[in-house]
């Protein structure tokens, strides 16, 4: 199997806080993770992709000094998002690629909720 | 044109009948074809990939993919309530010194009805 763990599952924070979520390959090594934003009743949107080692890619329209990406090792990613505000409530979710299929396999997911 | 396109549903069928979800892709060359599943408020999990044109089965599922008509599907046979999610369509490209990343289609609602 591939399995793919996220911590924390739910977060509540104040608005202008910062908070980090971590994502852990637990069963094979991830050079590649990526995250993901996905609003109610909207599909998935690639924020950005961490790559071992080097500097995140972000997607057009993510700023990068507002979620700081962190992969240092093959097996965690960490997102942070500084300064959170209430229109940064989504649920993220982290996924880790395995080299051998090519295939991602998600985590299960972050619920943030900014007040 | 959006790059992946599904039919956001929902699709209706009777539990035991045959559903079949499809997805079209605007970009030649992407090279991976994934379905997932999401149920409400949880994150994708990975049903079938496909690489190469024609059909791969497993299980109840098959995906059929068609690179010539941008197209890819995926057949539930003996649908079961279970089996009530959204269905996303993900499609995977190059990018140039990275790994392939995906993009996704928003997804059809299924809805298997007793």
């Known amino acids: 199997g591939a399995v793919v763990s996220q911590h924390p599952s739910w977060v509540i924070c104040k608005s202008g806080t910062s908070v980090k979520i971590e994502c852990r390959s637990l069963d094979f090594q991830a050079t590649t993770m990526f995250w993901y934003r996905q609003f109610p009743k909207q599909s998935l949107m690639l924020m950005a992709t961490?790559?071992?080692?080097?500097?995140?890619?972000?997607e057009q329209g993510v700023e990068k000094d507002k979620f700081l990406i962190n992969h240092a090792s093959l097996t965690l990613s960490t997102l942070t998002v500084t300064s959170a505000h209430p229109e940064d409530s989504s649920f993220y979710i982290c996924s880790a690629r395995r080299l051998d299929t090519d295939t991602q396999y998600f985590g299960p997911g972050t619920r943030l909720t900014v007040l | 044109q959006k790059e992946v396109e599904q039919n956001s549903g929902p699709l209706s069928v009777p539990e035991g009948a045959i559903a079949s979800l499809n997805c079209t892709y605007s970009d030649r060359v992407s090279q991976s074809f994934f379905w997932y599943r999401q149920y409400s408020g949880k994150s994708p999990e990975l049903i079938m990939s496909i690489y190469s044109n024609g059909d791969k089965e497993d299980g109840r599922f098959t995906a059929q993919l068609n690179k010539a008509s941008q197209y890819v599907s995926l057949l539930i046979r003996d649908s079961q309530p279970s089996d009530s999610a959204t269905y996303l369509c993900a499609v995977g490209r190059i990018n140039t010194g990275t790994a392939s990343k995906l993009t996704f289609g928003t997804g059809t609602r299924l809805q298997v009805t007793l």
């Open positions: 961490s790559n071992e080692g080097s500097k995140a890619t972000y």
